[in-house]
């Protein structure tokens, strides 16, 4: 959920590769398609009203364990990291129930509790390499 | 279970400092005066607890509430309603929520959350408790009036409970609530009626809603005459009382047990106005409160206090219930209104009037904030809160960090030596 540039690079040189992303200002972005055959300022609001952007917006119950299942389910990802903000509480209340929801569609989870800036890059390394190896078939 | 206090984020304090704090207290006892009304208000309470555990005894349905949701509507259905944040307070006075947290933790929720919240997830999974297994929400009730927590707390257990939730979407109030913001919530309202006859199967009761709502409305007249009483001197009613009290106006708001439990306290309250008698022998020092109350250790914080001749006479908190605003000739929207203006949903500026208002009208010679890692929207603001009303008043303030109900986050002797040492300024020992 994170922002910081190097989180890409730890993983990839693990060996693993980010297919899809759910960050604060990244893939996320693409739900908010606007509608071009209606006045602007409609289609502007009418995105917020029809998006599951983030958590901190309530859009039901379900919507973000459903959207998120979604769209991992269609990038083809074995994995999900959860890169989440320390003190972040959107996304740490909705995080076991995210987690249970993936893992019972047998795709496996890891979660970072990060600060920005980070001050323990070494540790991040070790567990997402130990992450990596746990998904890499043998 | 292991409880271990992390002092490694407490600032150390030095010998030097700790030696001056313990030669300067007084050991002198301060006689407190127990409230007769009291064994009315645990029958009351009991009672409360008693229907709302086994409400299908009553043929009743339940709906989980939070404490700034409109609960007028709600009792005038025939519906009960349960408020986890006060059942999370009844966890902490009982010492239970730290054990209820840890369960939480344990399935994954993050420390840092709110612990009202996690005590109740604790106990949704474990039916443990001071109330045991909580009687199952037939749907939700969330109003983010109060803070946003509330939404993803009550999003989590729509999903554990599989029910609707419905969300009460009161907008932040800055400065004064704008036209379109209350026209916004009175429509929410509306929308909250709907949602009431489709849950229920059944047409919103009018006449009996506006029985409900007069008697809420009498209700919070009879508690904000209560808490102005505590203006005289010596106060009747100190603010831990009131911390005790206030249990009927938050759930029993809109009933006649709650109408006729305040008259009586009014009563004997008036009376100890009228011979003088205070809610402790001697008092010396008046203060205010901030934020929501240690429910764990308030009998402590009122005897370190007491025993110097300092009592709390007024808070933010007890007084949040003493609802402003509340226009009844159009119910539906004087409750939009009311519910829309409370405290928490107000700007900084509202705050730092509103509490240099109560050291004014109380005689106040200081103020205890209590800086609440659980309650961002209580507690962000504090530090300019303090300085603005000492600014504007002249008084000293005093801020305590501490947790509402996780005493993980809490140093005992720490807030002691603080209160012992502001005290001292209070009287001019330096």
Known sequence: ?138 | MQVRLNSAFRNPKSEIVEERVMSARPNESNPYRKIKSTSAYRRLMMAYYFVVKHSNWFGKKVAWITSGGPVEPLYAMGVLPFYPENYGAMCGASRMSVALCEVAEQKGYSRDLCSYALTDIGSSLTGKGPLGVLPKPDFLVCGNNICGTVIKWYELQARAFKVPVFFFDTPFVHDEIQEHTLKFVQDQMKGYISFLETQLNRPFPEKRFLEVCSRSFETITLWRKILDLPMHRPAPLAVFDAFIHMAPIVTLRGTRWAVRYYRKLKKEMEARVRKGVGAFAREEIRLIWDNIPIWYDIRNLSKILSSRGAVLVADTYTSAWALENLDLSQPLNGLAGAYATIHLNRGLDYKIQKMVRMVERYGADGFIMHSNRSCKPYSLGQYDLKREVTRLTGKPGLIIEADHTDSRSYAPQQVEKQIQMFLDIITGKD
């Open chain 1, 1 to 138: 959920m994170t922002h910081s540039a190097s989180y890409f690079s730890i993983i990839e040189e693990a060996g693993a590769r980010v297919v899809y992303d759910d960050l604060c200002s990244g893939a996320r972005f693409l739900r908010l398609m606007v509608r071009e055959d209606i006045d602007p300022i409609e289609a502007l609001t009418e995105r917020y009203f029809t998006s599951f952007l983030c958590p901190t917006k309530h859009k039901g119950a379900h919507a973000h364990v459903e959207t998120l299942l979604k769209e991992v389910e269609k990038s083809g990802a074995k994995g999900v990291i959860f890169l989440l903000y320390k003190y972040c509480e959107a996304h740490f209340f909705d995080y076991p129930d995210l987690k249970s929801a993936l893992e019972s569609k047998g795709i496996q989870t890891l979660l970072l509790e990060v600060e920005d800036p980070s001050y323990s890059i070494g540790q991040l390394k070790i567990r997402i390499q130990a992450f990596v190896e746990m998904l890499t078939p043998i």
